[in-house]
């Protein structure tokens, strides 16, 4: 897989939905009705994070949700790509970007969203190849303010903004011509979670998919 290939297959994830849930998902037994309760709202393209022990198995569960696309989130490194891979995860995501990081997901043929927060970082990896990028940590690093300055000398990068990225915030980022979706996680409240309320998470995940209406 080239960098160019990757980007545009991560395009293709990003545009399937204006909102890809973060997810942080601690029991396992929660995987399927979680992805199958997020997939019924309108929001098929779903990152696991890799910060709990059980997200790689999250992940393979997930993978068996008709309709869903599972990724890995907080990829750092190769090894960390070769497991999602192994778990069924068939795009990446990771806070920011090293070679070595770049060169396992090509040689793994994962379509990887690499994390940039600065003009020099999208610059550099724009320069390898890649347009297609994770804006992280979104309202830390500026906001949609600052994603919107750097759009404007850098239009042929487009972003997913992540962190900090809300329900009530949302809109300001999706507004932007620059941002093809935005990473959220207030789809799936771990209270909700834990009281196996899915019929909530899915109603969460409708109002989120019609963000982009």
């Not at 198995?57 to 907080?74: L, Q, S």
């Not at 347009?131 to 750097?150: D, H, Q, T, V, W």
């Not at 300001?172 to 093809?180: A, K, M, Q, R, T």
Request: hydrophobic residues 50%.
């Amino acid at each position: 897989m080239t960098p160019h290939a990757s980007s545009q297959k991560a395009i293709e994830i990003c545009q399937l939905a204006p909102i890809v849930p973060v997810l942080v998902v601690d029991d396992v037994a929660d995987a399927q009705p979680l992805a199958e309760a997020l997939v019924a709202g309108g929001l098929p393209a779903l990152e696991v994070t890799l910060r709990t022990p059980a997200a790689l198995e999250v992940i393979a569960e997930m993978a068996k949700v008709e309709g869903g696309v599972v990724g890995a989130g907080t990829l750092l490194t190769p090894q960390d790509v070769h497991n999602a891979v192994d778990a069924g995860a068939v795009f990446g995501v990771s806070p920011g970007a090293t070679d070595k990081l770049l060169d396992a997901c090509l040689e793994a043929g994962l379509p990887l969203l690499p994390g940039a927060a600065t003009a020099s970082e999208a610059m550099a990896l724009l320069e390898r190849g890649y347009s297609m990028l994770k804006f992280f940590p979104a309202e830390a690093s500026g906001g949609a303010a600052a994603l919107k300055a750097i759009g404007a000398p850098i239009p042929q990068v487009k972003f997913c903004p992540t962190g900090g990225v809300s329900a009530s915030n949302a809109m300001d980022y999706l507004s932007l011509p620059n941002v093809v979706c935005a990473g959220g996680s207030w789809v799936a409240p771990k209270a909700k979670m834990q009281a196996g309320d899915w019929e909530g998470i899915t109603a969460l995940a409708r109002d989120a998919a019609a963000l982009g209406a």
